[in-house]
């Protein structure tokens, strides 16, 4: 006889897999067993059938307040009953410039205007477009050439894997963007190997910026665009040094410097923004996740006052930047969003993963030893653990490690190749801390 719980379990499980293609994932393998999730709250995912899972990555890196927190949800409860929808384009809401003054806010410098998109995407793109439309009304327009860095991750727009280093994002993609470079990666594992926080090597491998502007002249080159932390290639922190000494080199050749904050704003590396960690300003930051915590889709870019300011001009009745969205600064998600930036400095969660960093960095480095573990690297509440790949296989180590943690372990993480990636919520507590990279520890065990 079905008990209710199982009657329940059962309505909560689609019974056709197939029509829906799944992004970033091993479709086939996936739905021969699933991993789905029916519910979640704080710290913990729930299953169907009443598991209750860990979560270790902030969902995607985004649910940093953690999950299904009351005050969001009633905020996008509320705001889905007052306004559903309001035109983005010649008019808009208050809460559109109630949450971009309070992102304004949080950025560092004079990063005082914010541009709404809906992904982090998006926000890329837009920044890249802001820096080309910048110089062409500068009277600038031979400035087109964008510069992003090997390894990096952008996001999937034309202009994201262009400025992208991950050769899978790129290689089935065709010519991409033209007149786009790349630095170096940042990451040496013979010379930041096991690292605590930033590595003390590497500043001098921004130095390879000059010799892209060696090769195609100042007056070609836009932008610099690099995560501070890239999240995606599997948690590789900039090298102590290495943002200041960009920066330098930008202002230099009047080059614009734009920090891709999708992943490390909103608390990640313990600031609002990590450009306040490392006291380097760019000229504009892209954000998402963090900003709603995940609960609905939203991604922007601050940018400098001067930056806005020289697109107000002309008539006055006349578009300044032909870019935009249907559902740039959504009314759902500015809700979502001030309930989000609420919390954050209610329960002072930036300050709280500061603080707890170095119980984190203490747990995460207990695995080193464990079988085929290459490096383990930390900074803020992210880690990423390199395993040796298979001989036959690479990436195979990598997902069984990811798909074991969810079945066996009752832990969501990420897996990048055989790399682990980890980044919990940060209202994450020791203890908590503890029971993550116990189990993880255990998983390296099962797929050594
Ligand atoms: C640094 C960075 N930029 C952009 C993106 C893309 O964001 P989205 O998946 O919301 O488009 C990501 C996603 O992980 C990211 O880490």
Not at 354 to 383: F, H, Q
């Amino acid at each position: 006889m079905m008990t209710n719980s199982s009657a329940a379990a059962v309505q909560t499980i689609p019974n056709d897999l197939e029509p829906y293609w799944m992004p970033f994932t091993a479709n086939r393998a996936f739905k021969k067993a699933p991993r789905l999730v029916t519910r979640a709250k704080d710290m913990h995912y729930f299953t169907a059938d009443g598991r209750k899972v860990l979560d270790g990555s902030a969902g995607l890196w985004c649910t940093n307040a953690g999950h299904n927190r009351d005050p969001i949800v009633k905020a996008i409860q509320q705001q889905a009953a007052e306004l559903d929808y309001a035109s983005a384009f010649q008019f808009s809401h208050p809460k559109a410039f109630e949450l971009a003054s309070r992102i304004a806010a949080l950025a560092p410098g004079d990063l005082d205007h914010v541009f709404f998109a809906n992904s982090g995407s998006e926000a890329v793109d837009t920044a890249l477009k802001v820096a080309l439309a910048y110089f062409n009304i500068h009277g600038q327009g031979s400035r087109t050439r964008l510069i992003g860095r090997e390894r990096g991750y952008h996001g999937v727009g034309f202009g994201g894997i262009s400025v992208g280093g991950i050769v899978s994002n790129r290689k089935f993609f065709g010519a991409l963007l033209a007149g786009v470079d790349h630095l170096p990666n940042t990451y040496n594992r013979e010379q930041q190997a096991f690292s605590r926080g930033e590595p003390e090597w590497g500043a001098h491998l921004a130095d390879d910026l000059e010799r892209i502007v060696a090769l195609h002249d100042a007056s070609t080159i836009a932008a610099v665009i690099v995560e501070p932390m890239a999240g995606s290639t599997g948690v590789l922190a900039s090298p102590k040094g290495y943002l200041k000494r960009l920066r330098e080199i930008c202002d230099k050749y009047g080059i614009l410097l734009i920090f891709d904050e999708v992943i490390t704003g909103f608390g990640r590396l313990g600031y609002a923004f990590a450009a306040e960690r490392y006291g380097v300003i760019p000229d504009m930051i892209t954000f998402a996740k963090g900003v709603t915590s995940g609960s609905v889709p939203m991604g922007g870019v601050v940018v400098r006052k001067g930056l806005y300011d020289a697109f107000m001009q002309g008539p006055e009745h006349a578009i300044e930047f032909f870019h935009g969205y249907t559902y740039s600064a959504h009314p759902l998600a500015c809700a979502a969003g001030l309930a989000t930036l609420d919390l954050y400095r209610e329960e002072d969660l930036f300050a709280r993963a500061r603080k707890l960093e170095s119980k984190w960095y203490d747990a995460a480095l207990s695995l080193k030893g464990l079988p085929n573990v290459l490096d383990i690297r930390m900074v803020g509440l992210t880690c990423g653990i390199d395993l040796a790949s298979r001989p036959d296989a690479v990436g195979r180590r990598g997902f069984d490690a990811m798909t074991r943690a969810f079945h066996e372990q009752d832990m969501m993480m990420r897996s990048v190749g055989d790399t682990l990636a980890l980044s919990p919520p940060l209202i994450v507590t020791e203890a908590q801390i503890d029971e993550i990279f116990g189990k993880v520890a255990a998983i390296i065990r099962a797929v050594a």
